[in-house]
Structures are given as C-alpha cells and as structure tokens.
C-alpha cells in the first residue's frame, strides 16, 4: 500500500467520525444553540488563524520536488498568490467580524498562539525534523482534505442556521474550492518528503499513525468533548 492511500484511508474514516458526530450534525441540521454555533466558528478561526507559519514550516523543510507546490500554497495563505489576494487569516478575522464576534478575536488570537505552541512542543517527540516534518506534512493535510469535502456544506448551513451573508463566509466557501487541489498537491508532496527523506514504509506509516491517532478535526473544532476514536461514541445512531 503506498503512503498516499494509507494516509486518505485514516483521513476519511476521521471525516466519517466528525461529520457522523451529534455536534456536527447539530451545526449542519440547524440543531445548534446560538452559543453552540459561536463556539464552533470561534474554534475553526482558532485552528486556522495562524495557518501560514504552518505552511511555512513546510516550506522549510520541503523536499526539492514539492517545493515550488508549498512555496504557492504558502503564498496563498498569506494573500500574495494573486493581486487581490486576501490572506486568510484576515478572512477568519472578516468571520468573526460578520459573525458578531470581533469582541471575541482577542481570545481567538490567544487561543491560535496556545495552538501552535502546543503543536510546536509536540514536534519534540520526535527524534529528527525529517520525522517531525512528515508529522507536521499529514496533519496539515488533513486539513486541507476535510475542508475540500466538508467546508462547502458547512458554509450553506452557517448561511442557513446562523444568517451569515456571503462575504462572511468567505473563508469556508474559498477553501471549498482551492483546497481540492492543495489536498491532492499535499498527498503528492507526502509522498515526495518519504522519498527524499528515505523513509521505509514501516516507518513512515507509523509516523503517520502517530501523527493521526486522535481525531484532530474533531478534537479542534468541538473541544474536548470527544477525542480520537472514541468519536464513535457521538454518534446519534447506534
Ligand atoms: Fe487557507
Ligand atoms: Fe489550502
């Protein structure tokens, strides 16, 4: 089995796990309180608002052949890709803005920075960067992958439930959109980090169960309220 499939194996099982979850399911059905909506839509700014430093760690340790693919994904994120470009952290900020929460940002921000310092100091248990990279590499992914799937259905309900205009959903719609094609750029990328890094199989796939072992869309966007595998539990079928 290549790496790219064994690592969208564990991608669509943990998607299945958050898009079965009784919390998604009340975001996406109209079920959710006010302050259910607010707190999702404050976690998913938290979770991605400083997403450039973490393509650009990527960047930073990107083997030759993906390169160019993660310096524009990269650039991208910053809003640098085209002229009018709008980086997305600003459109998380237009979010919040648009969804009366701006008095809330300044604890969105603070919580983006406890984030990627947790994320960091994660990185130390591993034994190289090539290793913490890889790490990094799939966690990213996962990511862009879930949002290529879910994010378009997630805007027409925060459109539908929560009232929200077009311009304030922005960055869901957007990254309905382009991240159907930094998933796949990503999967290709993975599969060039194993190869110029010289991992064996054995190792890169237990990298990547490492790596994937909680369900991090679920672990981020509703708290910890359910981690992981225990996911199953959320369920509202039995
Ligand atoms: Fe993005
Ligand atoms: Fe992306």
Redesign the pocket.
């Known amino acids: 089995m290549s790496i790219r499939s064994f690592v969208q194996g564990i991608y669509d099982q943990q998607i299945d796990e958050l898009t079965g979850s009784r919390e998604f399911k009340a975001i996406e059905l109209g079920k959710a309180t006010r302050q259910e909506y607010d707190a999702f839509i404050g976690n998913v700014i938290a979770t991605h608002l400083n997403s450039p430093q973490y393509l650009a760690f990527l960047y930073s340790v990107a083997p030759p052949a993906a390169r160019d693919r993660l310096k524009h994904?990269m650039l991208?994120?910053l809003g640098l890709e085209e002229e009018t470009g709008v980086s997305h952290p600003d459109l998380l900020r237009r979010l919040a803005d648009g969804a009366g929460l701006t008095g809330q940002l300044p604890k969105f921000e603070q919580q983006a920075e406890e984030r990627l310092r947790d994320v960091a100091s994660k990185r130390l248990l591993y034994g190289t960067l090539k290793e913490g990279g890889l790490s990094a590499m799939c966690e990213i992914n996962a990511f862009?992958y879930m949002l290529s799937r879910v994010s378009g259905s997630i805007a027409t309900a925060l459109e539908q439930h929560r009232k929200l205009d077009h311009d304030t959903l922005l960055w869901f719609t957007h990254?309905s959109v382009?991240?159907v094609q930094?998933a796949e750029e990503g999967f290709q990328s993975i599969d060039d980090f194993v190869e110029y890094y010289e991992f064996s199989v054995e190792d890169a796939q237990t990298i990547v169960e490492m790596s994937l072992r909680e369900n991090a869309y679920i672990k981020r966007y509703f708290g910890d309220i359910s981690q992981g595998r225990a996911a199953g539990m959320l369920r509202d079928d039995p």
């Open positions: 994904n991208e994120e862009e990254h382009v991240d930094h």
